[in-house]
């Protein structure tokens, strides 16, 4: 599970950063953060020692990457566009979850005896979908 989560917080940020740049502001872009190679997106702490801390105590995987910086002086209309960056993140979510979910269910289509207990396709939707409706409770 670390891998799908580490991949979907990366695009999560990444997200952030594509539509703040389709909307004018290229901070993500100048300080390095329009990519989606993972090094650019680490949180010592929400990408590293909580997800193994999880890991080694059982619990299920919770963790973050670091923000996308976002300039709201440099969006053309603030108000308007600050919300579709806002909202870019956890619709990443939403199609990564779909995604997942229609995954899973054409390999169970293709191989109905298929056993996806504790894999990580069978987590990620829910996980997914968790982190889209609670990831904005916190900001």
């Known amino acids: 599970m670390g891998l799908p989560l580490l ?3 990366v695009l999560h940020e990444y997200a952030h950063g594509w539509v703040a740049s389709k909307c004018g502001d290229s901070t993500a872009k100048l300080q390095g953060r329009l990519t989606v190679n993972p090094l650019a997106h680490i949180d010592p702490l929400g990408t590293v020692i909580l997800p193994l801390m999880c890991l080694m105590l059982g619990s299920f995987l919770f963790g973050w990457a670091k923000p996308v910086p976002v300039d709201l002086r440099n969006l053309r209309q603030p108000r308007r566009d600050m919300a579709l960056v806002a909202a ?11 995604s997942s979910a229609l995954l899973l269910a054409v390999l169970l289509t293709i191989e109905p005896t298929l056993s996806l207990r504790g894999s990580a396709e069978a987590e990620a939707s829910p996980g997914l979908l968790a982190t889209m409706v609670f990831r904005p409770l916190a900001v």
């Open 7 to 9: 991949f979907a917080m």
């Open 88 to 98: 870019a993140g956890p619709g990443m979510n939403l199609i990564l979850a779909v």
